[in-house]
């Protein structure tokens, strides 16, 4: 919080002690032109070609605005006041933008890209409703982007970060495949518990060829091991509800004390997260937790962990194999160091990519959901049991949500990552929690 | 008054005399110290101290630590270097008010001459007892040494630190295996741990404290914390805090700068730590001083961007960064136009940013913004992402971090 | 294996051991270690566990009795306490293994083997509203629903794949769980004395460490406890904390198994000091490539196994520390040490272990008759001590050498081993011979390891000869008339070497190869053969041989004794034979001779012999080939050489000229499609099949051929 960061962060003392960092070099001086160049939206460029080819790259334009609203969490009487990123048309006008404001998306949109696409992200800082005294700047952090210029890596101190009311053109020429993430870099221990964190999908340029089956892939695997049918974004996260009441009660925290108190899964606790995407009783909240596939079906888990604690993550009855880490491909050449496991251990700032088949559908354990469909439910959820719980005592809650395996043929092809059956329309002004 | 008071009116203070007192003097040292700095043996004599760390918020925290012979009061312990087929001894003078003793994960043999029997290993006696501990440097890594006495107590006040042995390939390989070779000029330690300054104060006020109810308030690697991490070895200004974090490299070139950095993770604290390097995904070769190679030599390393480090854990990591897009102002400018400077935000008015966002390049900054940046060079964090833990006490951009810096290529004039 | 089943495992399972009161017959002789224990007294329970410490427990090769074949585990859950110092009587939810309880914590480990049926039947008798279980990594769907107090639950699996595995409630496991409803599944490899199977599971000690924790303030009230503040005071190993937790008794040099289950909320982080733990599984999935390490993260919920070489030096005593990294080696308040920590003790001298392995598994290589394939192996000691080797080899036919013994190698050492294969000049092309090499330890003899190796033989062998004059052959010098030669187009090799076998005196004129390392053979006077007296030269003497070529030795046996069946005079000298597939033996002979029952015979015809063989011969005689149906005549065109299956190859004892062929004794010309008997009928080959002066032999006579 700006009012209170001229006392915060490195002191000048600090800096003065930076030897290793070399001599200091003082810059400044005048204004020159340099400096007077207008800032353009790069907007401009070309919009996603449909049928994308899988060698050429494409241009892909994102325009992400930062604001502040409120979620809802089971078993707390008031919505919880959060910091985010939503999801903006990219011809949206300058002044269009102020019906975002408030309309925050928590966990921000998922992004998907395709490996080597020129990817262009506007981000827009619209500022706060509820705290229009807070003149914070935001950043977006490509976490895990390899070999990034330091002005697109999103570190306010070692490069810049965007004001209130400006906006910046990140760019990112994506050269690896696999499941990572981006969150706010300012003032981080504070905006990404508020909310400003969201993941990425890079699909490996192999995608679209018919490897072993399959023309959807993980990683660039040559061979379909990295195939699947349908895949989720797992985007765990746990909240500690008082820095959000003290930000919304102008209040400090003591960050060291951090203690968790509710933990989602896409944003959502359970119950919710087997509510439908943009369920119109979770406006903040659209992305569902909610996996549903078929019997048979090979599912790809791109799990990440963008809150401060470790999660051992089982999905209780069905073995994961774990092909993916960080996104890179466990594989060395011809040596395979993908490995099935019950339990994916995943900590702050990880990604995995987990893969399973779905088992043949059980009509012995068959439950019956809102559209009359029969299926098989699984539980996914952190064995840190202690955590499955919404803020307080009592019942089931928290960072778990279910895998509901369909008889082969009851339920669509995936049309997009995380898709339930059925879905809502997003509700204006919001636009869909992912952007491929 | 409360700590957290406290902290804000010393932050304050040093504000003002950081303004005052150390603007005129830029740093002095011609050749930054940086990397590894060993402590070579293999006959060690280490005594048990007690003494005061600075946290960069201006707090100072009473530890327990080892010290090299007469020296002076260090944390961590000394970096304790031998190479491979060395008998290793360390001798222990514990000078402290409880019995201390010394186990060394990872080494198998060890021999005890002196002391008395301990719950975990030979112990030498309070205030002044003496104990040796003997065994074979057989195969090289990175490996800790910490108390085995009430380590739950002893080792959070400090008394660890770090044994590397040399492979008998040489040392600039970090086994003895080809794969394993590194610029010897780039190699770092980054040992990780955390403090309760309350518990602190109650060892040093020798009152009561409930270990069950330890609560940290900072994090350091070698044991300072962000930004002190990126200060040179042995600056003054941290006269018990000898080792710096900061990691420097160049860009990968297959010509000129082929070898990778070698970076070596110990996690000494009692909490596994999440550890993110931004910059480049590093490649995990060896975990507790054994090679990741199967039983065929088949490659079994693997690469992250966020490693979580178990408590007592060592990591021995190859990193390289390449400037894969090459970017620059003249051939091969970036496809968008960033805006004008003035109309983005500075943190507090400093940065480490040149200006340009060319690596190499050096542009102007508006006006009343302090750079420390030399020559177009580029920084990235490289932090804990339990983020509370990238904090000193509740001041962002501080605690378990450290800073790497990438140079253009063949560095800064 | 045997090892395991009688060394001392020490962490001594004092559950398990009350377990098997009811679950399995065989410890029902130890009463009195029961946990946990009523008692809360320190003291009390303090010499309880001595007397466990020093007892000679080991875990069981199986609990829960088999019930008409399937492995049946009865538990009940159930309320309870256990006693923590300090903190009196802990409520608990457990698992018992009878009615009457108690229940334990954890619950009693169930031991199974590998392919069993398993059966576990859940009595609930006061957990509500239910309890269910569920068993990760198990084939069967999990019960999140359970059973209300009063009822039961079956559930049945097949213990498909070996491994360490957690059991543990499905039913509000946020609270169930955590109260202590969890145990351990093993299911024993079906290669006893590896976890997984393969030599890198291999253990002889083994200890189960469930590791949980306990925060009493939950324990006191778990459904109004907010778990939000969950914060464990008590860490566990096996439901107790040091010093309560029994130490890992093992012998020095062993290598011991170490299998963890984390049944607690939080991840452990377990380090040991003085040794590695080599990482070989974790969630009952074997590692592709385990790795070392001092200190893993087991995950909440997670098992891992690990396999730690007790150092062979390491003296009777000595204590490795296990332990909780996080520090959790503290019962409260500050009291070390104590939590999560526990001893790998050397208990036992070291016990040498053996082992031995051998590299490649399987090799093959390729060659041409005559000639020696050279193998070199590996052979590694796997066990901990010095050892030395007895080497085997059997299937062979072929001549093959490998050195009797190797070593001594150290421990961990390698040394190499030549294998030497020789293809025998007869080999016909494609032929392979297969030996298997066996590695046996001389430290412990059930312990080898081997490799087969499978040898090819390339060159394509047109032609067996036997010739009447010595000399060189092709680039065969010191040829004898006795010898059999082969010929593959190209070149000639000695397939019979008679010189070797002490028949140099004769002349080999008739042979027939029965089979590989057989050969039938007539000479052309009469002699001295091996053991055999005098053989004449009517008489056909059968070689075994032990080795053929260059050095060829075998023994000798009668195969047909002329005089039983009317081969009386010189004329009757047998200078050509063969064999049909039926058996029968063809003669041709030396001159024009009389045989009974059968008519105007000459020694251009072949005679069919069919009976009985051996040293007492007795056969019915009959026309097989009349020479003159097919123009030849007796003398010149004496037939001294035959192949006749299919197509009659022949060669004569002189000039020979038929319609469309013509050639001289050293020739082998083809009669095909014949039609055999009295009235013989054929088509001569233009084409002589082997033209003897094309290749040396113009001064030459081959005197018997056979075909591959």
Same mark, same amino acid.
């Given at each position: 919080?700006?009012?209170?960061?001229?006392?915060?962060?490195?002191?000048?003392?600090?800096?003065?002690?930076?030897?290793?960092?070399?001599?200091?070099?003082?810059?400044?001086?005048?204004?020159?032109?340099?400096?007077?160049?207008?800032?353009?939206?790069?907007?401009?460029?070309?919009?996603?070609?449909?049928?994308?080819?899988?060698?050429?790259?494409?241009?892909?334009?994102?325009?992400?605005?930062?604001?502040?609203?409120?979620?809802?969490?089971?078993?707390?009487?008031?919505?919880?006041?959060?910091?985010?990123?939503?999801?903006?048309?990219?011809?949206?006008?300058?002044?269009?933008?102020?019906?975002?404001?408030?309309?925050?998306?928590?966990?921000?949109?998922?992004?998907?890209?395709?490996?080597?696409?020129?990817?262009?992200?506007?981000?827009?800082?619209?500022?706060?409703?509820?705290?229009?005294?807070?003149?914070?700047?935001?950043?977006?952090?490509?976490?895990?982007?390899?070999?990034?210029?330091?002005?697109?890596?999103?570190?306010?101190?070692?490069?810049?970060?965007?004001?209130?009311?400006?906006?910046?053109?990140?760019?990112?020429?994506?050269?690896?495949?696999?499941?990572?993430?981006?969150?706010?870099?300012?003032?981080?221990?504070?905006?990404?518990?508020?909310?400003?964190?969201?993941?990425?999908?890079?699909?490996?340029?192999?995608?679209?060829?018919?490897?072993?089956?399959?023309?959807?892939?993980?990683?660039?695997?040559?061979?379909?091991?990295?195939?699947?049918?349908?895949?989720?974004?797992?985007?765990?996260?746990?909240?500690?509800?008082?820095?959000?009441?003290?930000?919304?009660?102008?209040?400090?925290?003591?960050?060291?004390?951090?203690?968790?108190?509710?933990?989602?899964?896409?944003?959502?606790?359970?119950?919710?997260?087997?509510?439908?995407?943009?369920?119109?009783?979770?406006?903040?909240?659209?992305?569902?937790?909610?996996?549903?596939?078929?019997?048979?079906?090979?599912?790809?888990?791109?799990?990440?962990?963008?809150?401060?604690?470790?999660?051992?993550?089982?999905?209780?009855?069905?073995?994961?194999?774990?092909?993916?880490?960080?996104?890179?491909?466990?594989?060395?050449?011809?040596?395979?160091?993908?490995?099935?496991?019950?339990?994916?251990?995943?900590?702050?700032?990880?990604?995995?990519?987990?893969?399973?088949?779905?088992?043949?559908?059980?009509?012995?354990?068959?439950?019956?959901?809102?559209?009359?469909?029969?299926?098989?439910?699984?539980?996914?959820?952190?064995?840190?049991?202690?955590?499955?719980?919404?803020?307080?005592?009592?019942?089931?809650?928290?960072?778990?949500?279910?895998?509901?395996?369909?008889?082969?043929?009851?339920?669509?092809?995936?049309?997009?990552?995380?898709?339930?059956?059925?879905?809502?329309?997003?509700?204006?002004?919001?636009?869909?929690?992912?952007?491929? | 008054?409360?700590?957290?008071?406290?902290?804000?009116?010393?932050?304050?203070?040093?504000?003002?005399?950081?303004?005052?007192?150390?603007?005129?003097?830029?740093?002095?040292?011609?050749?930054?110290?940086?990397?590894?700095?060993?402590?070579?043996?293999?006959?060690?004599?280490?005594?048990?101290?007690?003494?005061?760390?600075?946290?960069?918020?201006?707090?100072?925290?009473?530890?327990?630590?080892?010290?090299?012979?007469?020296?002076?009061?260090?944390?961590?312990?000394?970096?304790?270097?031998?190479?491979?087929?060395?008998?290793?001894?360390?001798?222990?003078?514990?000078?402290?008010?409880? /019995?201390?003793?010394? %186990?060394?994960? =990872?080494?198998? +043999? &060890?021999?005890?001459?002196?002391? @008395?029997? !301990?719950?975990?290993? $030979?112990?030498?006696?309070?205030?002044?007892?003496?104990?040796?501990?003997?065994?074979?440097?057989?195969?090289?890594?990175?490996?800790?040494?910490?108390?085995?006495?009430? /380590?739950?107590?002893? %080792?959070?006040? =400090?008394?660890? +630190? &770090?044994?590397?042995?040399?492979? @008998?390939? !040489?040392?600039?390989? $970090?086994?003895?295996?080809?794969?394993?070779?590194?610029?010897?000029?780039?190699?770092?330690?980054?040992?990780?741990?955390?403090?309760?300054?309350?518990?602190?104060?109650?060892?040093?006020?020798?009152?009561?404290?409930?270990?069950?109810?330890?609560?940290?308030?900072?994090?350091?690697?070698?044991?300072?914390?962000?930004?002190?991490?990126?200060?040179?070895?042995?600056?003054?200004?941290?006269?018990?805090?000898?080792?710096?974090?900061?990691?420097?490299?160049?860009?990968?070139?297959?010509?000129?700068?082929?070898?990778?950095?070698?970076?070596?993770?110990?996690?000494?604290?009692?909490?596994?730590?999440?550890?993110?390097?931004?910059?480049?995904?590093?490649?995990?070769?060896?975990?507790?001083?054994?090679?990741?190679?199967?039983?065929?030599?088949?490659?079994?390393?693997?690469?992250?961007?966020?490693?979580?480090?178990?408590?007592?854990?060592?990591?021995?990591?190859?990193?390289?960064?390449?400037?894969?897009?090459?970017?620059?102002?003249?051939?091969?400018?970036?496809?968008?136009?960033?805006?004008?400077?003035?109309?983005?935000?500075?943190?507090?008015?400093?940065?480490?940013?040149?200006?340009?966002?060319?690596?190499?390049?050096?542009?102007?900054?508006?006006?009343?913004?302090?750079?420390?940046?030399?020559?177009?060079?580029?920084?990235?964090?490289?932090?804990?992402?339990?983020?509370?833990?990238?904090?000193?006490?509740?001041?962002?951009?501080?605690?378990?971090?450290?800073?790497?810096?990438?140079?253009?290529?063949?560095?800064?004039? | 294996?045997?090892?395991?089943?009688?060394?001392?495992?020490?962490?001594?399972?004092?559950?398990?051991?009350?377990?098997?009161?009811?679950?399995?017959?065989?410890?029902?002789?130890?009463?009195?270690?029961?946990?946990?224990?009523?008692?809360?007294?320190?003291?009390?329970?303090?010499?309880?566990?001595?007397?466990?410490?020093?007892?000679?427990?080991?875990?069981?090769?199986?609990?829960?009795?088999?019930?008409?074949?399937?492995?049946?585990?009865?538990?009940?859950?159930?309320?309870?306490?256990?006693?923590?110092?300090?903190?009196?009587?802990?409520?608990?939810?457990?698992?018992?293994?009878?009615?009457?309880?108690?229940?334990?914590?954890?619950?009693?480990?169930?031991?199974?083997?590998?392919?069993?049926?398993?059966?576990?039947?859940?009595?609930?008798?006061?957990?509500?509203?239910?309890?269910?279980?569920?068993?990760?990594?198990?084939?069967?769907?999990?019960?999140?629903?359970?059973?209300?107090?009063?009822?039961?639950?079956?559930?049945?699996?097949?213990?498909?794949?070996?491994?360490?595995?957690?059991?543990?409630?499905?039913?509000?496991?946020?609270?169930?769980?955590?109260?202590?409803?969890?145990?351990?599944?093993?299911?024993?490899?079906?290669?006893?004395?590896?976890?997984?199977?393969?030599?890198?599971?291999?253990?002889?000690?083994?200890?189960?460490?469930?590791?949980?924790?306990?925060?009493?303030?939950?324990?006191?009230?778990?459904?109004?406890?907010?778990?939000?503040?969950?914060?464990?005071?008590?860490?566990?190993?096996?439901?107790?904390?040091?010093?309560?937790?029994?130490?890992?008794?093992?012998?020095?040099?062993?290598?011991?198994?170490?299998?963890?289950?984390?049944?607690?909320?939080?991840?452990?982080?377990?380090?040991?000091?003085?040794?590695?733990?080599?990482?070989?599984?974790?969630?009952?999935?074997?590692?592709?490539?385990?790795?070392?390490?001092?200190?893993?993260?087991?995950?909440?919920?997670?098992?891992?196994?690990?396999?730690?070489?007790?150092?062979?030096?390491?003296?009777?005593?000595?204590?490795?520390?296990?332990?909780?990294?996080?520090?959790?080696?503290?019962?409260?308040?500050?009291?070390?040490?104590?939590?999560?920590?526990?001893?790998?003790?050397?208990?036992?001298?070291?016990?040498?272990?053996?082992?031995?392995?051998?590299?490649?598994?399987?090799?093959?290589?390729?060659?041409?008759?005559?000639?020696?394939?050279?193998?070199?192996?590996?052979?590694?000691?796997?066990?901990?001590?010095?050892?030395?080797?007895?080497?085997?080899?059997?299937?062979?036919?072929?001549?093959?050498?490998?050195?009797?013994?190797?070593?001594?190698?150290?421990?961990?050492?390698?040394?190499?081993?030549?294998?030497?294969?020789?293809?025998?000049?007869?080999?016909?092309?494609?032929?392979?011979?297969?030996?298997?090499?066996?590695?046996?330890?001389?430290?412990?003899?059930?312990?080898?390891?081997?490799?087969?190796?499978?040898?090819?033989?390339?060159?394509?062998?047109?032609?067996?000869?036997?010739?009447?004059?010595?000399?060189?052959?092709?680039?065969?010098?010191?040829?004898?008339?006795?010898?059999?030669?082969?010929?593959?187009?190209?070149?000639?090799?000695?397939?019979?070497?008679?010189?070797?076998?002490?028949?140099?005196?004769?002349?080999?004129?008739?042979?027939?190869?029965?089979?590989?390392?057989?050969?039938?053979?007539?000479?052309?006077?009469?002699?001295?053969?091996?053991?055999?007296?005098?053989?004449?030269?009517?008489?056909?003497?059968?070689?075994?041989?032990?080795?053929?070529?260059?050095?060829?030795?075998?023994?000798?046996?009668?195969?047909?004794?002329?005089?039983?069946?009317?081969?009386?005079?010189?004329?009757?000298?047998?200078?050509?034979?063969?064999?049909?597939?039926?058996?029968?033996?063809?003669?041709?002979?030396?001159?024009?001779?009389?045989?009974?029952?059968?008519?105007?015979?000459?020694?251009?015809?072949?005679?069919?012999?069919?009976?009985?063989?051996?040293?007492?011969?007795?056969?019915?005689?009959?026309?097989?080939?009349?020479?003159?149906?097919?123009?030849?005549?007796?003398?010149?065109?004496?037939?001294?050489?035959?192949?006749?299956?299919?197509?009659?190859?022949?060669?004569?004892?002189?000039?020979?000229?038929?319609?469309?062929?013509?050639?001289?004794?050293?020739?082998?010309?083809?009669?095909?499609?014949?039609?055999?008997?009295?009235?013989?009928?054929?088509?001569?080959?233009?084409?002589?099949?082997?033209?003897?002066?094309?290749?040396?032999?113009?001064?030459?006579?081959?005197?018997?051929?056979?075909?591959?």
């Amino acid at each position: 919080m700006n009012h209170q960061a001229k006392l915060r962060g490195l002191s000048r003392r600090d800096f003065l002690r930076l030897g290793g960092l070399g001599a200091l070099a003082l810059a400044g001086g005048g204004a020159v032109p340099a400096l007077a160049r207008a800032y353009t939206r790069p907007l401009a460029v070309a919009s996603r070609p449909v049928g994308r080819s899988l060698q050429a790259p494409d241009t892909i334009p994102i325009h992400l605005a930062a604001t502040d609203g409120h979620i809802s969490l089971p078993g707390r009487a008031d919505p919880l006041y959060v910091f985010g990123f939503v999801n903006v048309p990219l011809n949206v006008l300058p002044n269009a933008l102020d019906a975002f404001k408030g309309a925050v998306q928590f966990p921000a949109p998922i992004l998907g890209v395709d490996e080597n696409d020129d990817v262009y992200l506007t981000l827009t800082n619209i500022g706060l409703v509820v705290r229009p005294d807070l003149d914070d700047s935001h950043t977006i952090h490509w976490h895990g982007f390899p070999n990034q210029n330091a002005i697109f890596d999103g570190v306010p101190e070692v490069s810049i970060s965007v004001p209130v009311g400006r906006g910046f053109p990140y760019f990112y020429r994506p050269r690896r495949a696999g499941s990572f993430m981006y969150h706010c870099h300012f003032e981080d221990v504070e905006h990404v518990q508020m909310g400003m964190q969201g993941s990425i999908f890079v699909r490996p340029s192999q995608n679209g060829t018919s490897i072993g089956g399959f023309n959807k892939f993980a990683y660039n695997d040559g061979d379909g091991s990295t195939g699947y049918h349908r895949e989720f974004a797992v985007h765990l996260d746990e909240l500690w509800t008082t820095p959000h009441d003290n930000l919304e009660a102008i209040q400090e925290t003591v960050w060291p004390d951090y203690k968790a108190d509710y933990w989602a899964i896409n944003g959502r606790v359970y119950p919710d997260t087997l509510l439908p995407n943009n369920d119109p009783s979770l406006l903040a909240q659209p992305l569902s937790s909610l996996i549903q596939v078929e019997a048979g079906d090979r599912v790809l888990l791109r799990l990440s962990n963008l809150g401060y604690e470790q999660q051992a993550m089982q999905l209780l009855g069905i073995p994961l194999k774990v092909v993916g880490e960080d996104a890179t491909l466990l594989r060395n050449g011809s040596v395979d160091l993908s490995y099935l496991t019950n339990t994916v251990y995943i900590g702050p700032g990880e990604a995995r990519d987990a893969l399973f088949t779905a088992p043949a559908f059980d009509s012995n354990h068959a439950q019956t959901d809102g559209q009359g469909r029969q299926y098989n439910a699984y539980w996914l959820w952190t064995r840190n049991f202690q955590r499955l719980t919404n803020g307080g005592p009592g019942g089931l809650g928290g960072m778990a949500t279910q895998v509901w395996v369909y008889p082969n043929g009851a339920i669509p092809d995936q049309a997009h990552p995380n898709e339930t059956y059925p879905e809502f329309p997003p509700t204006p002004p919001y636009l869909n929690p992912w952007i491929f | 008054m409360s700590p957290k008071i406290l902290r804000k009116i010393l932050l304050s203070l040093l504000v003002l005399t950081g303004l005052l007192i150390t603007s005129p003097s830029a740093p002095t040292r011609a050749v930054p110290s940086i990397g590894l700095q060993c402590t070579t043996g293999p006959t060690f004599n280490l005594a048990t101290d007690s003494g005061y760390i600075y946290t960069p918020d201006g707090n100072s925290i009473f530890m327990w630590s080892f010290r090299n012979g007469a020296g002076s009061f260090q944390l961590p312990g000394p970096v304790l270097c031998v190479n491979q087929g060395d008998s290793v001894t360390v001798n222990l003078t514990n000078t402290l008010p409880e /019995p201390v003793s010394i %186990v060394f994960p =990872g080494q198998s +043999g &060890v021999t005890t001459s002196g002391g @008395s029997p !301990g719950p975990l290993t $030979a112990e030498a006696a309070a205030s002044g007892g003496t104990v040796s501990y003997s065994f074979a440097a057989s195969q090289p890594g990175t490996y800790l040494y910490e108390s085995g006495s009430n /380590p739950t107590k002893q %080792v959070q006040m =400090g008394l660890y +630190g &770090v044994l590397v042995v040399r492979p @008998s390939m !040489g040392a600039n390989f $970090a086994y003895n295996h080809a794969s394993t070779q590194f610029n010897p000029s780039r190699e770092f330690l980054l040992v990780l741990s955390e403090i309760d300054p309350l518990f602190h104060r109650a060892v040093e006020l020798n009152q009561s404290y409930d270990l069950n109810a330890l609560n940290d308030d900072y994090w350091t690697i070698n044991g300072r914390a962000f930004p002190d991490t990126v200060s040179d070895n042995d600056v003054s200004w941290l006269p018990s805090q000898p080792y710096g974090a900061l990691v420097k490299v160049e860009p990968y070139d297959a010509n000129t700068n082929p070898f990778p950095a070698l970076i070596r993770y110990a996690n000494a604290g009692i909490f596994n730590h999440p550890f993110h390097p931004h910059g480049n995904h590093l490649r995990v070769i060896a975990r507790d001083g054994r090679l990741l190679r199967g039983p065929a030599d088949e490659d079994i390393s693997y690469e992250d961007f966020t490693r979580t480090i178990g408590s007592g854990q060592t990591y021995d990591l190859l990193f390289k960064w390449t400037d894969v897009e090459a970017w620059s102002s003249g051939g091969n400018p970036i496809p968008v136009t960033i805006p004008g400077l003035q109309n983005l935000v500075f943190k507090d008015g400093v940065t480490f940013y040149s200006g340009s966002p060319y690596l190499g390049e050096q542009d102007e900054l508006p006006v009343g913004v302090t750079s420390y940046n030399e020559c177009g060079e580029f920084y990235f964090p490289w932090h804990s992402h339990a983020l509370f833990e990238f904090t000193n006490f509740d001041e962002g951009f501080g605690g378990l971090a450290t800073i790497l810096r990438v140079d253009p290529p063949g560095g800064c004039p | 294996m045997r090892k395991r089943m009688t060394q001392i495992t020490g962490w001594g399972t004092i559950l398990l051991v009350i377990a098997l009161l009811t679950l399995s017959a065989p410890v029902l002789a130890r009463p009195g270690l029961g946990q946990p224990v009523a008692s809360s007294a320190m003291a009390g329970r303090a010499s309880a566990r001595l007397a466990a410490a020093v007892s000679q427990a080991v875990l069981p090769t199986t609990t829960c009795p088999l019930v008409s074949g399937v492995r049946t585990c009865d538990l009940w859950a159930m309320t309870g306490t256990i006693a923590l110092p300090g903190a009196g009587a802990v409520p608990i939810w457990g698992l018992a293994t009878s009615a009457s309880g108690p229940a334990q914590l954890p619950g009693p480990a169930l031991i199974v083997n590998q392919g069993e049926a398993v059966q576990v039947i859940l009595h609930n008798v006061d957990i509500s509203p239910a309890v269910g279980l569920v068993f990760p990594g198990q084939s069967l769907f999990p019960d999140t629903e359970g059973v209300a107090p009063g009822g039961s639950q079956t559930y049945d699996f097949t213990a498909a794949n070996p491994g360490t595995y957690i059991y543990e409630s499905g039913t509000d496991p946020e609270i169930q769980v955590a109260m202590g409803l969890y145990g351990a599944l093993i299911v024993r490899s079906s290669t006893p004395g590896q976890a997984y199977g393969g030599s890198a599971s291999a253990y002889e000690d083994e200890a189960l460490l469930v590791l949980s924790e306990i925060d009493p303030n939950f324990n006191a009230d778990p459904t109004g406890f907010n778990r939000v503040n969950y914060a464990p005071k008590f860490w566990m190993i096996n439901g107790e904390v040091h010093p309560d937790t029994d130490t890992i008794q093992v012998a020095a040099g062993n290598r011991v198994l170490l299998r963890y289950v984390n049944a607690g909320l939080v991840h452990d982080t377990m380090s040991l000091l003085g040794a590695h733990q080599q990482v070989i599984a974790k969630d009952a999935y074997p590692a592709a490539f385990p790795y070392s390490v001092v200190a893993e993260t087991i995950a909440a919920g997670s098992t891992a196994d690990m396999i730690v070489n007790v150092p062979p030096t390491a003296s009777l005593g000595t204590r490795l520390p296990l332990y909780n990294r996080q520090e959790h080696v503290i019962n409260p308040v500050n009291q070390f040490p104590g939590g999560m920590l526990t001893f790998i003790e050397v208990t036992s001298p070291a016990q040498p272990v053996y082992g031995v392995a051998v590299t490649p598994p399987t090799a093959s290589q390729s060659g041409n008759p005559g000639g020696t394939l050279i193998y070199n192996f590996n052979v590694t000691n796997t066990g901990n001590t010095s050892d030395s080797y007895t080497v085997a080899i059997a299937g062979n036919a072929w001549t093959t050498t490998a050195p009797a013994t190797l070593g001594p190698v150290a421990s961990g050492g390698t040394v190499p081993m030549a294998v030497n294969v020789e293809i025998p000049a007869g080999a016909a092309n494609g032929s392979t011979d297969v030996v298997t090499v066996t590695v046996t330890s001389q430290g412990d003899n059930t312990k080898s390891d081997s490799s087969t190796i499978t040898s090819t033989a390339l060159s394509s062998i047109v032609l067996y000869l036997s010739l009447s004059e010595g000399g060189t052959v092709g680039s065969l010098t010191g040829v004898g008339d006795e010898d059999i030669l082969s010929f593959n187009g190209s070149a000639f090799a000695m397939l019979f070497d008679g010189s070797d076998v002490g028949v140099d005196a004769l002349d080999l004129d008739g042979f027939v190869l029965v089979d590989a390392d057989t050969i039938w053979m007539s000479f052309d006077n009469p002699g001295t053969i091996g053991s055999l007296g005098t053989v004449d030269d009517s008489d056909i003497v059968q070689f075994d041989a032990a080795t053929l070529g260059d050095n060829t030795a075998g023994a000798f046996s009668w195969a047909f004794d002329g005089s039983d069946v009317g081969l009386t005079t010189n004329a009757e000298d047998v200078d050509a034979i063969d064999r049909l597939p039926d058996g029968s033996l063809l003669v041709s002979t030396f001159g024009n001779p009389d045989i009974p029952g059968v008519a105007g015979e000459q020694d251009e015809d072949l005679l069919s012999c069919t009976g009985t063989f051996g040293a007492t011969t007795s056969c019915t005689w009959s026309m097989y080939f009349d020479g003159s149906d097919v123009g030849l005549s007796a003398g010149s065109e004496n037939v001294d050489a035959v192949d006749a299956n299919g197509s009659i190859y022949l060669s004569t004892t002189g000039n020979f000229s038929v319609t469309g062929a013509a050639g001289a004794d050293e020739d082998v010309f083809v009669c095909t499609a014949p039609t055999t008997g009295a009235n013989t009928a054929c088509t001569y080959s233009p084409t002589l099949f082997f033209d003897g002066s094309a290749w040396g032999l113009a001064a030459n006579d081959v005197d018997e051929i056979k075909l591959p």
